[in-house]
């Protein structure tokens, strides 16, 4: 018989990689279908026109970064290495994105808040926000310098700002899904192991 703390360990490991699988397919949408401003010239009058029309494009939050911080922050051994390894690694796939260098870069940042759930159970949801906030900065940064210093195109400084500022907006939002619909809470002192670790 499967011990019932191993078999529920299972299922929010299903839990996480199956929301983690909708974020990445709700992220790959076309959802927005406005054309950019295209130059074109008449071939009649040789008159330059424009077809399409100009928009903001606000980057969205990073919403696989903020699930996985959220069970981090939380449940750590319900999102182990090789599972967001996995995921990310996905992500970079479909995304068309460096392999493996925001995953690499990433996991540093999931490892530290991993070490700060071991740490203390007691996290408020402010410090929360703010570690996670600064892990995700940090890690975004770090990825920028590596584009630099391998010459891969990237966003502007404004545009990494922005994504940086509507991930920190996005984490509350996350933070409530996990733990009402989700229902990933953190461990009573009862589920924490021999080793203080929270189940």
């Not at 260098?101 to 071991?118: D, G, H, K």
């Not at 584009?147 to 195109?153: C, K, N, S, T, Y």
């Not at 984490?171 to 619909?181: G, N, S």
């Amino acid at each position: 018989m499967v011990d019932p703390i191993t078999w529920r360990r299972f299922q929010y490991r299903i839990v996480f990689l199956v929301v983690s699988a909708l974020i990445i397919f709700g992220q790959l949408l076309p959802l927005n279908t406005t054309p950019d401003v295209l130059p074109l010239i008449d071939p009649v009058s040789g008159a330059l026109i424009q077809e399409g029309g100009s928009y903001f494009n606000l980057p969205g939050p990073d919403w696989l970064f903020c699930l996985t911080a959220a069970f981090l922050m939380r449940r750590p051994r319900w999102a182990p290495v090789v599972l967001i390894v996995f995921v990310h690694l996905l992500a970079d796939v479909l995304y068309l994105r460096p392999l493996g260098l925001w995953p690499a870069i990433s996991l540093v940042a999931y490892e530290f808040l991993r070490r700060q759930t071991n740490a203390s159970n007691e996290v408020s949801v402010p410090l929360e926000i703010a570690l996670v906030m600064g892990a995700f900065t940090a890690a975004v940064f770090v990825n920028g310098v590596f584009h630099l210093i391998f010459a891969v195109p990237h966003p502007s400084l404004g545009t990494v700002l922005l994504h940086v500022l509507t991930t920190a907006i996005a984490y509350p939002f996350v933070i409530a899904v996990t733990h009402f619909i989700l229902r990933v809470r953190r461990a009573g002192v009862r589920e924490l192991d021999s080793d203080g670790v929270i189940g």
